[in-house]
Nanobody, 119 residues
Framework: QVQLVESGGGLVQAGGSLRLSCAAS????????MNWFRQAPGKEREFVAA????????RYADSIKGRFTISRDNAKNTVYLQMNSLNPEDTAVYYC????????????WGQGTQVTVSS
């Protein structure tokens, strides 16, 4: 079992930046790929970014490519999402999730952190 706790969300103006963090605990010895998903009001949850355990494999959703950067620090059991050039369409609850690979359906999910971008 893996527990995931996100932090770093908040209110930011359009054009601003935020960095989300996701701390993992529990079975962190397993080599999980880590993901970020988001869900905007009235919309389905969507994939944002994923990173393999080694950090060598990374993929992004087209909608955030070039603005967001995913990274991880395995020594701290933490994954990050640096979000730049935010716009109101990025407003959503952001979820951290752990899975086997960067393409597999995650097995574990965090509770989410709210990101609100004002225009």
């Amino acid at each position: 079992q893996v527990q995931l706790v996100e932090s770093g969300g908040g209110l930011v103006q359009a054009g601003g930046s935020l960095r989300l963090s996701c701390a993992a605990s529990g079975r962190t010895g397993s080599r999980y790929a880590m993901n970020w998903f988001r869900q905007a009001p009235g919309k389905e949850r969507e994939f944002v970014a994923a990173i393999s355990w080694s950090g060598l494999a990374i993929r992004y959703a087209d909608s955030i490519k070039g603005r967001f950067t995913i990274s991880r620090d395995n020594a701290k059991n933490t994954v990050y999402l640096q979000m730049n050039s935010l716009n109101p369409e990025d407003t959503a609850v952001y979820y951290c999730a752990a899975g086997s690979t960067t393409y597999s359906t995650p097995n574990y999910w965090g509770q989410g952190t709210q990101v609100t971008v004002s225009s």
